[in-house]
């Protein structure tokens, strides 16, 4: 948890994905089906439970100059919302074509489906990509289902760039078909 703000200079591929944000907006988005249902309440309350945990999902960028930017931590921007859709495709639908403020943030919302048995999570991709993304939802299910601390999880640690120099996919993890 943060206790204070702060923030950190973006890495290059945030760089990259947050100038190409300004005229095509990139966004990851990914669901979670639950087998049970979830209220709103709930739902919210475990975003934001989230949100504490893992400071990304509150952060917005802020411009330094026209090309440069830099990541801010710890902004008070109220308690997060969960938006509400009648079906997941629904969700899929309006939160992919929905763009994400991140000069204003959250740069990661949740949507919740009506009948609370998914939620669909987005974030703009100079915040997190698909793979970060995917982390962060099992993160949310597991802070939803069982009130997890998940403060140990790297995705906790806002100090250090998302987006690590060099990672790369080993050819060990590529499952082949």
Same mark, same amino acid.
């Given at each position: 948890?943060?206790?204070?703000?702060?923030?950190?200079?973006?890495?290059? =591929?945030?760089?990259?994905?947050?100038?190409?944000?300004?005229?095509?907006?990139?966004?990851?988005?990914?669901?979670?089906?639950?087998? $049970?249902?979830?209220?709103?309440? $709930?739902?919210?309350? =475990?975003?934001?439970?989230?949100?504490?945990?893992?400071?990304?999902?509150?952060?917005?960028?802020?411009?330094?100059?026209?090309?440069?930017?830099?990541?801010?931590?710890?902004?008070?921007?109220?308690?997060?919302?969960?938006?509400?859709? =009648?079906?997941?495709?629904?969700?899929?639908?309006?939160?992919?074509?929905?763009?994400?403020?991140?000069?204003?943030?959250?740069?990661?919302?949740?949507?919740?489906?009506?009948?609370?048995?998914?939620?669909?999570?987005?974030?703009?991709?100079?915040?997190?990509?698909?793979?970060?993304?995917?982390?962060? =939802?099992?993160?949310?299910?597991?802070?939803?289902?069982? $009130?997890?601390?998940?403060?140990?999880?790297?995705?906790?640690?806002?100090?250090?760039?998302?987006?690590?120099?060099?990672?790369?996919? +080993? +050819?060990?993890?590529?499952?082949?078909?």
């Amino acid at each position: 948890m943060l206790s204070s703000v702060f923030a950190r200079e973006l890495d290059p =591929a945030e760089v990259y994905f947050e100038l190409v944000g300004r005229t095509w907006p990139m966004i990851a988005l990914c669901a979670i089906e639950f087998d $049970q249902a979830f209220s709103v309440d $709930q739902v919210e309350r =475990a975003w934001n439970a989230l949100a504490e945990q893992v400071p990304a999902i509150g952060v917005h960028v802020e411009r330094t100059s026209g090309r440069d930017a830099r990541m801010v931590f710890g902004a008070d921007h109220g308690p997060l919302r969960v938006t509400r859709y =009648a079906d997941l495709p629904s969700a899929w639908a309006g939160e992919s074509s929905t763009p994400v403020d991140i000069e204003v943030g959250p740069v990661v919302r949740c949507a919740l489906v009506e009948d609370g048995t998914a939620v669909a999570i987005t974030s703009h991709h100079a915040i997190m990509d698909g793979k970060y993304l995917a982390d962060l =939802a099992f993160l949310f299910a597991d802070v939803l289902i069982d $009130q997890a601390d998940v403060s140990d999880n790297a995705l906790a640690e806002p100090t250090l760039p998302l987006h690590p120099a060099g990672h790369e996919i +080993r +050819r060990t993890e590529v499952l082949e078909v």
